[in-house]
């Protein structure tokens, strides 16, 4: 939107226009949005990558299990992944037939998890309540407080995304693209662990790219 608005302005529309362009997109939007998810990640053939997160994957072995949020969760690859590793996972995404697909699969592959149909701005996330909160190309800068507030002292924040220049040439949504060392510094107080800026083939999106990764951990 923000682009497009950009674009309405820098071709000489006025406020009342572009206002009135975005009006429809505003209405409608998440809903188009949510559908494309449902349909992206419910694919017969899936366009992403359908294992687990590796950064998720090498940031998570050999710690103890405790409680874990998976933020946008999608069709569960990661949240089913941390239920075979033990951990007490919650889950929540807006794409119905996301969350459905990965109630089949955890299903399938004798694990539980819970998963609630809802969006970052709407879910509950709690105060000091999980062990570890994964946000893998779901966001970041728009639950920064809640992540803050509901972690446990001592809880862990592993997020993954796009660097700013994987957006040169091709759409990536905004909250899911950062900028250089800016997830250093976006959990006020927290103890970096580990930071990769790299380049790397992405979990979506076309092939290889910059990717930013981040673990850390709230005092
Ligand atoms: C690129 S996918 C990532 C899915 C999952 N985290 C993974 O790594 O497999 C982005 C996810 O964000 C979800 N999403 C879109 N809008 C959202 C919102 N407002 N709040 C939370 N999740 C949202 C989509 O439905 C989709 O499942």
Redesign the pocket.
Known sequence: MNRFAAKLRADGQTVGEIDAALAPLRKFG?KL??E???R??TAEKPS??TEP?AFLVAMTKGRKAGSAL?????????AIYLAKQGWDVT?????DR?LARAQELAAHQGVKIKTVL??????DFGKNKWDLI??????GR??KKQVIDSLKPGGLVIL?GFHHDATKGSSI?G??VFQTNELLTLFTGFRVLQYEDAQAKA???PGETRVVRLLAQKP
């Open positions: 998440p949005e949510h494309m998810w449902n992206n990640l992403f990558n997160n998976d933020v946008g969760m999608g069709q569960g690859r990661n889950g929540f995404d807006p794409a996301a809802s969006t970052s701005e709407t879910f994964l946000i893998s190309y779901a966001g728009d639950v993954e949504g909250s899911v979990d979506f999106g």
